[in-house]
């Protein structure tokens, strides 16, 4: 995606009254000149803005002192630092140092994405983030894409709702999906997929996300009375993650028609 596209594909967002934009996928601090530009659009249209980075580019403190800077003069909203065991064999844990002790001395918000299977493992790569007394919040490792290779751990929840807000992510190729996670799988009913921005507009692309009625049950009922709906026993439906949950519903094509057709009826109604 060339910049200007990526600038009027922002200025149409701040029409749509997109209140946040979240600069993601790959490394956009690769393109910084790009980005800062981005940003500064996003702030002139009253748009909150985030970049996620691995924080490859802090490597002294004196050039990180500079990024950061830059990004404030240019209105950004917060960093978002990514770290795990996986990040780390390529980034020195040093970085994130930087990267977050810049920000604090700029007033710039940010936290460290701390990503994890919460294995045993990842005790002194959090131990770490504690010593330096950096703000982290731990998010679970979503086994899609590169990280489909790890081992999966697995796990067993309380018997939440599994209730998502499904943020809409737009890919350098211009297709958008529902969700952020939804580009790398539902390869059999491609149910997050809801177009791309050579044949529709932004708005139209919005229109369809808010008005669908399952996305709407996702982000209200949530995942876990649907699976129960579907017949799912509760001592499956602890053992999956939610992005896990979302792929055992809606990549059947079985159950997705099931669940259309049911859910203005039955499945509205339906408690566990």
Not at 198 to 227: D, P, Q, W
Request: hydrophobic share 35%; proline share 2%; charged share 25%.
């Amino acid at each position: 995606m060339d910049f200007d596209r990526a600038r009027d594909i922002v200025q149409e967002m701040a029409r749509c009254h997109v209140t946040g934009i979240s600069f993601t996928a790959g490394e956009p601090l690769l393109f910084l000149d790009d980005i800062c530009k981005l940003v500064q659009l996003c702030r002139e249209n009253g748009v909150y803005s985030r970049i996620v980075t691995n924080g490859y580019w802090a490597k002294t403190r004196e050039h990180t002192d500079r990024v950061v800077s830059r990004l404030m003069s240019n209105g950004l909203s917060q960093l978002r630092l990514s770290y795990s065991r996986w990040h780390q064999q390529h980034i020195s844990r040093e970085n994130i140092v930087h990267a977050a002790l810049s920000s604090q001395k700029h007033g710039l918000d940010y936290f460290v994405s701390f990503v994890t299977d919460f294995s045993k493992e990842d005790d002194s790569f959090e131990q770490f983030l504690r010593d330096h007394h950096l703000k982290f919040f731990p998010e679970p490792v979503i086994y899609f894409g590169r990280a489909g290779e790890f081992d999966c751990q697995r796990v067993s929840t309380d018997y939440r709702p599994n209730v998502c807000s499904m943020n809409p992510y737009l890919s350098p190729e211009l297709d958008m999906f529902a969700c952020c996670d939804g580009a790398s799988r539902f390869s059999k009913t491609h149910f997050l997929y809801l177009g791309n921005l050579c044949n529709n507009s932004i708005e139209a692309l919005f229109r369809k996300c808010e008005t669908h009625v399952l996305y709407h049950l996702i982000r209200t009922m949530g995942l876990t009375n649907m699976a129960s709906y579907l017949g799912f026993r509760a001592r499956e439906i602890v053992q999956y993650r939610r992005c896990e949950l979302c792929e055992k519903l809606f990549n059947s094509k079985e159950n997705l028609s099931i669940l259309t057709k049911s859910a203005t009826s039955d499945l509205i109604n339906w408690r566990r």
